[in-house]
T-cell receptor, first 110, second 117 residues
Framework: DAKTTQPNSMESNEEEPVHLPCNHS???????IHWYRQLPSQGPEYVIH???SNVNNRMASLAIAEDRKSSTLILHRATLRDAAVYYC???????????FGGGTRVLVKP | DTEVTQTPKHLVMGMTNKKSLKCEQH?????MYWYKQKAKKPPELMFV???????INESVPSRFSPECPNSSLLNLHLHALQPEDSALYLC????????????????FGSGTRLTVV
């Protein structure tokens, strides 16, 4: 299975954008890029996913590089409630095996 | 209903006990999953059920026994556990295969925090 690489941690100020990078240089053509976040004492929460085109939803935006070897999750205005571990995961089309890597711990400062 | 509900939220059991964890969803999802998460580690996949049939067992010890009685319910039966099995057990669901070429997000429950004494 293709792997992802994320920084261990990032800090951001409240109400500023947060850009979370993810490298997936061995991604295959059928791999979708998923992002989940896990707040303290909770289960992971789906954030966004995409294949080739950039994606936007109410939580975040996903920017996918043209060669698909990297992607960036963008939180447009960080709030204290966005402090969590963010996981970037590759999931095959029609796949049913979501495998978590280390994730990025995001700290939001007031 | 857009939730995955797990019960109980907390469980303490002895090494000779038998207990069960329960997971329920009413979103019509046909794939359900059990994950195990140790403190400060990412979740690790244990089992996958697809259309009520076990499709993936990630070499989990037999003291963990999954069961999918119907498309809405997933159980994890526990027997003769060890203290190192103490962890957060997470259930998840997704639309699963057979729904076209697209790909779907997973919905996770809040987990059962298990302590084995």
């Amino acid at each position: 299975d293709a792997k992802t690489t994320q920084p261990n941690s990032m800090e951001s100020n409240e109400e500023e954008p947060v850009h979370l990078p993810c490298n997936h240089s061995t991604i295959s053509g059928t791999d979708y890029i998923h992002w989940y976040r896990q707040l303290p004492s909770q289960g992971p929460e789906y954030v966004i996913h995409g294949l080739t085109s950039n994606v936007n939803n109410r939580m975040a935006s996903l920017a996918i590089a043209e060669d698909r070897k990297s992607s960036t999750l963008i939180l447009h205005r960080a709030t204290l409630r966005d402090a969590a571990v963010y996981y970037c995961i590759l999931n095959k089309a029609a796949g049913n095996k979501l495998t978590f890597g280390g994730g990025t711990r995001v700290l939001v400062k007031p | 209903d857009t939730e995955v509900t797990q019960t109980p939220k907390h469980l303490v059991m002895g090494m000779t006990n038998k207990k069960s964890l329960k997971c329920e969803q009413h979103m019509g999802h046909r794939a359900m999953y059990w994950y195990k998460q140790k403190a400060k580690k990412p979740p690790e996949l244990m089992f996958v059920y697809s259309y009520e049939k076990l499709s993936i067992n990630e070499s989990v010890p037999s003291r963990f026994s999954p069961e999918c009685p119907n498309s809405s319910l997933l159980n994890l039966h526990l027997h003769a556990l060890q203290p190192e099995d103490s962890a957060l057990y997470l259930c998840a669901s997704s639309q699963g295969r057979g729904r076209g070429p697209s790909n779907y997000g997973y919905t996770f429950g809040s987990g059962t925090r298990l302590t084995v004494v």
